[in-house]
């Protein structure tokens, strides 16, 4: 206490000293406690304080490559965005074609097939024409042959009736005739 | 010796030549040849006989007129067609005449492979092709 009371007369006077006595200042206990707090301070600063900063800088450099990364995230899903909607765009454009391509085939192989349908149906008419045409020409020609088969008999027992010797005679002529004419 | 139908076809011809005279078949001629290959019978003689006998008939029908019609022909008609025939076929021609019914009217004369037809059954025949017919009227449908 007097070694203070001494310091405080020799740098400020005695002003200082009777503030320290008034406030209960000891000296060696105060340089006592600031070499201990200093020593203290130097064991936070170098065993506490700075592996916490170490750790807060640590973290806060995650936390700012964290964000660094957010962002990098959020474009490349804006970007990514971007590019599934144009993939989308295209995709959709490239099936709107494919559709109207699908659309083309089909209306093409409908065509194509109605033809194909229409000639086969004109074949077939045609060959029920010619058909029919045959039926009728081979119906008729048995209609024929059966009519004149009819008429041949009805004459064949007719004549036989009616030739009298006189046609005999005359029809017997008329094949030496023949005979002579070959001579 | 005849083996083959071939060997007997060409001996039948040689035999039937032997038997022509003036260019016709000469009966007893046929008849003698026939009796000497019967009395031989060497192998094959019946090959050679039924060539002989088919060329004989060819002859003999070459040589007939096959007079047909329908109803008998009065005696002047046959003499007629007989004077006829040999006159266009030679004086050696036969001439028979048979009685058809079938034939309807009319007559028909057959030589050889000549025929000369104006019966009614001809002209019905000819009429049922020309309605496309087969010409057997007589046959059932």
């Known amino acids: 206490m007097n070694t203070l009371g001494f310091f405080i007369d020799a740098t400020a006077g005695g002003q200082v000293q009777q503030i320290a006595k008034t406030f209960g200042v000891d000296w060696p206990h ?13 064991l936070l600063h170098r065993y506490a304080y700075k592996p916490v900063l170490a750790i807060l800088d640590q973290r806060r450099r995650q936390i700012a490559q964290g964000i660094a990364d957010s962002e990098k ?34 209306a093409q192989v409908r065509k194509n097939e ?12 045609v060959q029920a024409q010619e058909a029919a045409a045959q039926e009728h020409t081979r119906m008729l020609g048995k209609l024929k042959s059966e009519l004149g088969l009819l008429v041949v008999r009805a004459t064949a027992q007719v004549t036989g009736k009616v030739l009298t010797p006189d046609d005999q005679q005359r029809m017997a002529e008329e094949t030496i005739q023949q005979l002579a004419k070959a001579a | 010796m005849i083996r083959t139908t071939a060997q007997a076809k060409r001996k039948a011809r040689q035999l039937y030549r032997c038997c022509l005279v003036n260019g016709r078949l000469n009966p007893s001629r046929a008849q003698h040849a026939a009796s000497i290959v019967l009395e031989l019978k060497r192998r094959g003689y019946m090959r050679l006989l039924k060539e002989f006998q088919r060329l004989v ?14 109803t008998p022909l009065p005696r002047h008609l046959e003499n007629r067609v007989r004077e006829r025939v ?9 001439t028979l005449f048979k009685r058809n019914p079938e034939l309807i009217g009319g007559m028909r004369i057959r030589i050889g492979s000549d025929v000369y037809d104006g019966t009614v059954e001809a002209k019905l025949v000819a009429l049922q092709r020309n309605f496309g017919g087969s010409g057997g009227y007589r046959q059932n449908p």
């Not at chain 1, 109605?114 to 008419?125: P, R, V």
């Not at chain 2, 008939?57 to 329908?70: D, G, H, P, Q």
């Open chain 1, 30 to 42: 105060l340089l006592a406690q600031v070499i201990s707090f200093s020593i203290v301070c130097f």
């Open chain 2, 57 to 70: 008939r060819l002859e003999i029908a070459a040589y007939t007129a096959m007079v047909e019609s329908a």
């Open chain 2, 86 to 94: 040999q006159n266009t076929y030679g004086a050696g021609t036969t």
């Open chain 1, 114 to 125: 109605t033809q194909k349908a229409l000639t086969a149906a004109e074949q077939i008419i």
């Open chain 1, 73 to 106: 995230i959020k474009a490349e899903l804006v970007k990514t965005e971007a590019e599934r909607h144009v993939i989308l765009m295209e995709a959709g454009t490239e099936a709107n074609k494919i559709i109207e391509e699908a659309h083309a085939a089909a």
